[in-house]
């Protein structure tokens, strides 16, 4: 089973930029599509973002033009870069590999 590991979140004054790392173990990384979500408190948790094995990234109109998905198969590793961060952006921030959730990592947006 794939478990991965998110890192790279802290506080960020707002329009700054931050890059969550997600990273997993394992051969089937790269043969799988990867989610970000995340959840603020009080606030159900929120689609952020998907990319294909095909490094193909789709994302909802609340971070569209500002988020960013990439992966590195080499590095078994997928990167979610946020720029023009709001105070709103403020949550924790999962990944989702094959129905395995991460840990999360806390991304705080001061305004």
């Known amino acids: 089973q794939v478990q991965p590991v998110e890192s790279g979140g802290g506080l960020v004054q707002a329009g700054g930029s931050l890059r969550l790392s997600c990273a997993a173990s394992?051969?089937?990384?790269?043969?799988?599509?990867v989610a970000w979500h995340r959840q603020a408190p009080g606030k159900q948790r929120e689609w952020v973002g998907t990319?294909?094995?095909?490094?193909?990234?789709t994302y909802p109109s609340s971070v569209k033009g500002r988020f960013t998905i990439s992966r590195d198969n080499a590095k078994n590793t997928v990167y979610l870069q946020m720029d023009s961060l709001k105070p709103e952006d403020t949550a924790v921030y999962y990944c989702?590999?094959?129905?395995?959730w991460g840990q999360g990592t806390q991304v705080t947006v001061s305004s």
């Open positions: 990319i294909t094995s095909g490094a193909t990234a």
């Open positions: 394992g051969s089937i990384f790269s043969a799988n599509a």
């Open positions: 989702v590999i094959r129905g395995s």
